[in-house]
């Protein structure tokens, strides 16, 4: 399988639950991100990593915890969320922090906390 | 720091009609610009991306955009739009300092009507 895949592709919980999105990439690229975008507001990036280190947090509450254990392989734990982190979140790599081939997104997990 | 408007949120057309989406970007360094389509449910792809060279640039699908360094805008174009063209469309630009970061604007919704 080639690109980049999200699961699950849609998530209700509460707000007292925990959860993981997961993001995976078979292009061997360098460089994962978690960007959220919500409904009338343009896609807020949220974490950067390279080589799985993270280099980029964007005030990002501690509510959202990324985890990189390989270049391949992204996740977003999830706990104790509010109504308003209901958002898609989208999943994207590039090959190096350049940035100049773009990004290669994922399908996104359609979250919603109720 | 970099930011980009998409100055027309909404944008209908009739089928086979020529179409303009405009994008403005400022930044203090040289960028990168892009262009990415969003079909419902779906993640972001992306159509075309100038780097440098010549300011006319081809993408997928018919699309074309002009980068334009002294208007700094990268406006996309198409000659004769499809249905399937009915998507949301970004602008995202991207500097030179190899933090990986793009900056999206607020998407341009393309309707294309029969």
């Known amino acids: 399988e080639t690109g980049v895949t999200q699961t699950p592709r849609h998530l209700v919980m509460g707000m007292t639950n925990k959860k993981s999105l997961k993001c995976e990439q078979h292009l061997g690229h360098n460089a994962m991100y978690w960007y959220k975008q919500s409904a009338k507001k343009p896609l807020e990036l949220m974490f950067v990593?390279?080589?799985?280190?993270?280099?980029e947090n964007n005030s990002v509450p501690s509510r959202f915890s990324p985890e990189c254990p390989n270049s391949s392989h992204l996740f977003l734990h999830l706990h104790t969320l509010q109504p308003e982190d209901s958002a898609l979140y989208l999943c994207?790599?590039?090959?190096?922090?350049?940035?100049?081939?773009?990004?290669?997104f994922g399908s996104g997990t359609r979250l919603t906390v109720v | 720091a970099q930011s980009v408007t998409q100055l027309d949120s909404q944008v209908p057309v009739f089928e086979e009609a020529p179409v303009e989406l405009r994008c403005n970007y400022s930044?203090?360094?040289?960028?990168?610009l892009f262009w990415y389509v969003q079909y419902p449910n779906q993640g972001l792809q992306l159509l075309l991306k100038?780097?440098?060279?010549?300011?006319l640039v081809k993408g997928i699908n018919g699309f074309e955009a002009e980068f334009n360094k002294s208007q700094t805008s990268f406006h996309l174009r198409k000659p004769s739009v499809h249905i399937s063209d009915t998507a949301e469309y970004f602008c995202a630009v991207s500097d030179y300092g190899n933090t990986g970061k793009l900056i999206f604007g607020q998407g341009t919704t393309l309707q294309v009507k029969p």
């Open positions: 990593y390279n080589f799985k280190e993270q280099t």
């Open positions: 994207a790599s590039s090959q190096d922090l350049s940035a100049m081939g773009g990004y290669t």
């Open positions: 930044s203090s360094v040289s960028v990168y």
């Open positions: 100038y780097l440098s060279g010549s300011t």
